[in-house]
């Protein structure tokens, strides 16, 4: 996938171990890893680098550290697509409280994913957002 | 001050603003109560009337006549009844018969007063269902706030459940994909992560069964004359090889040689474990943990101190709920599951009436305190 090369994706996720794998695969499709492990330093990078993709985990100093984070992400950058990746399945919906219109407004992610996602699935919903 | 919206349904004009005056300069304190409460009177001639006060008002009382001259009082209270509105009903009447009794407390109705009444009977009625709805919405608010907080506490536990499973699971699928080479060496890092994963995960699970044990009331409890120098000194003992691995001493200091207190071993056990091994976990290379145990008259004082890392103010309000760990650059690499804290505050709380407190200072340590009352 050369035409990936020197394409810069965000990655933010407090787990270590879900982002090293993450950053692995990144790195694999060709993508330049920025990444932090906390929604603090994860807002600083925001202000420091311009991606061309976000990924941020929805659970970190707060329970809502993903919805935060892509909220401010979207006011500097909004044509940027963000990934929110989450380790409780969204249609248990226990853990979001999804409901209202209102609060889909507010949360601005493109494409929320499972972290047990495989590498290939994750390659296709990439492509497919940044319309490769 | 409360205002409650009472509703009086009567035909006869003089029956209603009577009541209305009655009210207007009365009010009710309770001493559970954070304010005292007023009233504000609607009145309705009909009980058609009064419907359409009950849809568009939010009535908190009800002073219902039976006899009306279209529906009946009881039909309102059936009304009422299924619409399940917020609203409690008091029947004035003057044909009170035990079959109409009967029929409006099957509806719903709080009580009864007969007509006529004195300005005082009234007032007393009123005070009764004043107590009673305020009890009956502060129960119901209570539960919802403990369905909401159940709701959370899953939510957040499935979470941590999950993350490590998915961690293992990614290394386990990098592995088999050989994502980098053939070579077992170079994966050596992945396995010693889920290990560590493992390990925390089991460690997660066993405060969790500790939690629910506590919480379900279910354990078997074995209340024994407990010495807690003995048990601190194993817990001691436990965590050397813990306190080793960053030169932490670790000190016992107890006001007797054996303290005697009434308690279940196991617990005791809990809590000692947990202290010590913050005091070690969040401590510095090098550093100490004090470990002091004091015979007072009406009490048993435990104390766990540290030179360790500390905490602020705003960490320490956070520090005893349910999967709050203290995040910041110095606890990063440190690993817990969140609930120690909180199962020694429950056990000792709950079980032994006592108290936990915490002081501490950052970057100069952290004292817990705990004081159990003897009987």
Known sequence: ?132 | MTTLKVLIVDDEPGIRSGISRILQNYTVDFPFAEEPFQYESIEAATGEEALQYIDNENIDIILLDNKLPGIQGVEVLQYINEKNIDTYVMMITSYASLDLAIKATKNGAYNFVPKPFTPNELKSAIEGITKYLYLRRMTNKLNEENRKTRFQFLSVLSHELKSPLNAIEGYLRIMQDRQVGNNLDDYENMILRSLERIRSMRTLISDLLDLTKIESGGKKRQINKVDLVHIAQLAIDNMLPLASQQNIKIYLDSSKTEIYLNADASEMEIVLNNLLSNAIKYNKPNGSVYCSIKDEPQQVVIEVKDTGIGMSAEDISKLFQEFVRIRNEKTKSITGTGLGLSIVKKLINEYYNGQIKVSSEVDKGSTFIIEIPKN
């Open chain 1, 1 to 132: 996938m050369k035409n990936m090369n020197r394409k810069k994706v965000l990655i933010v996720d407090d787990d270590i171990d879900s982002l090293n794998q993450l950053s692995m695969y990144m790195q694999k499709m060709g993508f330049e890893v920025v990444s932090a492990d906390s929604e603090k330093e994860g807002e600083q990078l925001i202000n420091q680098h311009k991606p061309d993709l976000a990924i941020f985990d929805l659970m970190m100093d707060n329970k809502d550290s993903g919805f935060i984070l892509s909220y401010k992400f979207k006011k500097k950058y909004p044509d940027v697509p963000v990934i929110i990746a989450t380790a409780v399945s969204s249609e248990t919906g226990i853990l979001f409280e999804l409901n209202s219109e209102e609060e889909k407004k507010w949360i601005k992610a493109d494409l929320y994913l499972e972290k047990s996602i495989r590498y290939d699935q994750l390659k296709e919903h990439i492509q497919k957002l940044l319309n490769l």
